[in-house]
Nanobody, 124 residues
């Protein structure tokens, strides 16, 4: 069973930056696609980004495009850098991996393993 652990969330002022980490219990990021999602209170889980196997391509949601960057550090660690944060970015952020090769994959049910999430709060 693959385990994922997110970290790096916190409270930041609007316009600030955070770098979220996703650590895997196995060397999987070269063989699995990686997704980032977020969920605000009372809302459905929302797609943020999807990185293809090996990190060759990443597609971002329009809501974060130009402000966020996914980087694959190695086979067990991936980062999501978020800049120019806005109050509407406030949510719990999750990383997830999928065995499927379809890219991009926008739906949560396309992913096989999930982390526990990390809270990002952006104050105005």
């Amino acid at each position: 069973q693959v385990q994922l652990v997110e970290s790096g969330g916190g409270l930041v002022q609007a316009g600030g930056s955070l770098r979220l980490s996703c650590a895997a219990s196995e060397r999987i990021f070269s063989n699995y696609g990686l997704g980032w999602f977020r969920q605000a209170p009372g809302k459905e889980r929302e797609f943020v980004a999807d990185t293809s196997r090996g990190g060759r391509r990443t597609l971002y949601a329009e809501s974060v495009k130009g402000r966020s960057t996914v980087s694959v550090h190695n086979a067990t660690m991936v980062y999501l850098q978020m800049n120019s944060l806005k109050p509407e970015d406030t949510a719990v952020y999750y990383c997830a991996v999928r065995r499927g090769t379809a890219w991009p994959s926008f739906r949560p049910n396309q992913y096989d393993y999930w982390g526990q999430g990390t809270q990002v709060t952006v104050s105005s």
